[in-house]
Protein backbone atom coordinates (compact mmCIF):
# COMPACT_ATOMS: atom_id res chain seq x y z
CA UNK A 1 0.00 0.00 0.00
CA UNK A 2 1.59 3.63 -0.86
CA UNK A 3 0.50 6.61 0.01
CA UNK A 4 2.72 8.26 -2.16
CA UNK A 5 1.17 6.98 -5.66
CA UNK A 6 -1.16 10.09 -5.71
CA UNK A 7 -0.81 12.41 -8.80
CA UNK A 8 -2.89 12.77 -11.86
CA UNK A 9 -2.05 9.20 -13.80
CA UNK A 10 -2.27 6.38 -10.88
CA UNK A 11 0.62 3.55 -10.90
CA UNK A 12 -1.89 0.83 -11.48
CA UNK A 13 -5.70 1.03 -12.53
CA UNK A 14 -6.53 0.02 -8.71
CA UNK A 15 -4.27 2.65 -7.13
CA UNK A 16 -5.97 5.86 -5.65
CA UNK A 17 -8.14 6.97 -2.80
CA UNK A 18 -11.68 6.41 -1.71
CA UNK A 19 -12.66 9.05 0.27
CA UNK A 20 -15.26 7.20 2.61
CA UNK A 21 -18.15 7.77 4.92
CA UNK A 22 -16.55 6.26 8.01
CA UNK A 23 -14.65 9.78 7.53
CA UNK A 24 -11.25 8.40 6.71
CA UNK A 25 -9.67 8.13 3.24
CA UNK A 26 -8.62 4.45 2.19
CA UNK A 27 -6.06 3.28 -0.36
CA UNK A 28 -7.42 1.23 -3.03
CA UNK A 29 -10.08 2.38 -5.81
CA UNK A 30 -11.33 -1.24 -5.20
CA UNK A 31 -10.45 -2.23 -2.03
CA UNK A 32 -7.00 -3.27 -0.78
CA UNK A 33 -5.74 -7.15 0.61
CA UNK A 34 -2.88 -8.05 2.27
CA UNK A 35 -1.37 -11.47 3.34
CA UNK A 36 -1.06 -12.57 6.75
CA UNK A 37 1.62 -15.62 5.98
CA UNK A 38 1.81 -18.05 8.62
CA UNK A 39 4.47 -21.04 9.68
CA UNK A 40 3.51 -23.66 11.20
CA UNK A 41 5.41 -26.38 13.81
CA UNK A 42 5.10 -30.14 13.30
CA UNK A 43 1.62 -30.22 15.05
CA UNK A 44 0.04 -27.38 13.04
CA UNK A 45 0.18 -24.49 15.34
CA UNK A 46 1.00 -21.11 14.52
CA UNK A 47 4.43 -20.17 15.37
CA UNK A 48 5.16 -17.10 13.05
CA UNK A 49 3.91 -14.57 10.87
CA UNK A 50 5.42 -12.28 8.22
CA UNK A 51 4.90 -8.47 9.12
CA UNK A 52 6.30 -5.97 7.33
CA UNK A 53 7.90 -2.51 8.47
CA UNK A 54 6.02 0.36 6.88
CA UNK A 55 8.06 2.81 4.96
CA UNK A 56 8.03 6.50 6.91
CA UNK A 57 6.44 7.85 3.67
CA UNK A 58 3.81 5.45 2.85
CA UNK A 59 0.15 6.11 4.71
CA UNK A 60 0.27 5.39 8.47
CA UNK A 61 4.27 4.82 7.81
CA UNK A 62 6.96 3.54 10.55
CA UNK A 63 3.82 0.94 11.48
CA UNK A 64 4.73 -2.25 10.97
CA UNK A 65 1.41 -4.32 9.34
CA UNK A 66 0.62 -7.08 6.29
CA UNK A 67 2.20 -6.72 2.52
CA UNK A 68 -0.75 -5.94 1.11
CA UNK A 69 -2.18 -2.60 -0.80
CA UNK A 70 -4.97 -1.93 -4.02
CA UNK A 71 -7.08 -4.53 -5.88
CA UNK A 72 -6.99 -4.35 -9.45
CA UNK A 73 -10.60 -4.07 -11.08
CA UNK A 74 -10.51 -7.66 -12.00
CA UNK A 75 -9.09 -9.16 -9.07
CA UNK A 76 -9.70 -11.78 -6.28
CA UNK A 77 -8.78 -10.76 -2.64
CA UNK A 78 -6.57 -13.68 -2.82
CA UNK A 79 -4.68 -12.71 -6.12
CA UNK A 80 -4.28 -8.96 -4.37
CA UNK A 81 -2.85 -10.46 -1.50
CA UNK A 82 -0.46 -12.84 -2.79
CA UNK A 83 0.36 -10.56 -6.02
CA UNK A 84 0.96 -7.71 -3.46
CA UNK A 85 3.26 -10.23 -0.83
CA UNK A 86 5.26 -11.07 -3.74
CA UNK A 87 6.09 -7.49 -4.75
CA UNK A 88 6.63 -6.32 -1.58
CA UNK A 89 8.19 -9.06 0.43
CA UNK A 90 9.35 -11.42 -2.42
CA UNK A 91 6.88 -14.21 -1.03
CA UNK A 92 6.67 -16.70 -4.21
CA UNK A 93 2.90 -17.22 -4.97
CA UNK A 94 3.43 -20.63 -5.49
CA UNK A 95 4.73 -20.82 -1.65
CA UNK A 96 1.07 -20.20 0.02
CA UNK A 97 -1.83 -22.11 0.54
CA UNK A 98 -4.61 -20.14 1.23
CA UNK A 99 -6.83 -21.06 4.25
CA UNK A 100 -9.48 -18.66 4.14
CA UNK A 101 -10.34 -14.70 4.60
CA UNK A 102 -11.16 -12.01 7.01
CA UNK A 103 -13.11 -8.55 5.53
CA UNK A 104 -13.61 -5.35 7.29
CA UNK A 105 -15.88 -3.62 5.65
CA UNK A 106 -16.51 0.11 5.97
CA UNK A 107 -19.03 2.04 3.92
CA UNK A 108 -17.12 2.57 0.62
CA UNK A 109 -14.39 0.41 1.14
CA UNK A 110 -13.55 -3.19 2.11
CA UNK A 111 -9.62 -4.60 3.34
CA UNK A 112 -9.61 -8.31 3.10
CA UNK A 113 -6.92 -10.23 5.12
CA UNK A 114 -6.28 -13.21 3.51
CA UNK A 115 -4.63 -16.23 5.62
CA UNK A 116 -1.95 -18.41 4.31
CA UNK A 117 0.21 -21.19 5.71
CA UNK A 118 3.60 -21.24 4.22
CA UNK A 119 4.11 -24.71 1.79
CA UNK A 120 7.94 -25.38 3.04
CA UNK A 121 10.82 -22.43 3.61
CA UNK A 122 9.66 -19.13 2.87
CA UNK A 123 12.00 -16.17 3.31
CA UNK A 124 10.82 -13.08 3.02
CA UNK A 125 12.60 -9.97 2.31
CA UNK A 126 12.56 -6.21 1.28
CA UNK A 127 11.98 -6.16 -2.42
CA UNK A 128 10.57 -2.73 -2.89
CA UNK A 129 10.49 0.33 -1.39
CA UNK A 130 7.70 0.99 0.64
CA UNK A 131 8.82 -1.48 3.30
CA UNK A 132 12.06 -0.85 6.02
CA UNK A 133 12.18 -4.78 6.91
CA UNK A 134 10.16 -7.51 6.31
CA UNK A 135 10.63 -10.80 8.89
CA UNK A 136 8.89 -13.17 10.39
CA UNK A 137 7.76 -12.78 13.46
CA UNK A 138 6.21 -15.28 16.63
CA UNK A 139 2.93 -14.71 17.12
CA UNK A 140 3.10 -13.84 20.44
CA UNK A 141 5.65 -11.12 20.05
CA UNK A 142 3.31 -9.55 17.07
CA UNK A 143 1.89 -6.87 19.76
CA UNK A 144 5.28 -6.14 20.88
CA UNK A 145 5.89 -4.28 17.77
CA UNK A 146 4.18 -0.85 16.85
CA UNK A 147 1.45 -1.90 14.86
CA UNK A 148 -0.51 0.04 11.83
CA UNK A 149 -3.76 0.86 13.69
CA UNK A 150 -6.20 -1.41 11.85
CA UNK A 151 -3.89 -4.51 11.88
CA UNK A 152 -3.61 -3.92 16.00
CA UNK A 153 -7.84 -3.77 15.91
CA UNK A 154 -7.87 -7.01 13.95
CA UNK A 155 -4.63 -8.71 15.46
CA UNK A 156 -6.89 -10.44 18.00
CA UNK A 157 -9.42 -12.34 15.48
CA UNK A 158 -6.98 -12.94 13.48
CA UNK A 159 -4.51 -14.63 16.00
CA UNK A 160 -7.81 -16.71 16.72
CA UNK A 161 -8.23 -18.10 13.45
CA UNK A 162 -4.66 -18.86 12.86
CA UNK A 163 -5.17 -22.04 14.91
CA UNK A 164 -8.88 -22.32 15.18
Known amino acids: MSASRTGPQ ?24 GLLLVRRDGTGRATDVVLQHRAPWSDQGGTWGLPGGAREP ?33 PDWAYTTVLGDARGPVEPAVTDAESITVAWVPV ?25
Open 74 to 106: DETAAQAALREAQEEAGVDPAAVAVRGEHVLRH
Open 140 to 164: DEVVDRDLLPAFADAWPLLRARLDG
Open 10 to 33: PRRPGDGWVECACGRRHWGLHGAA
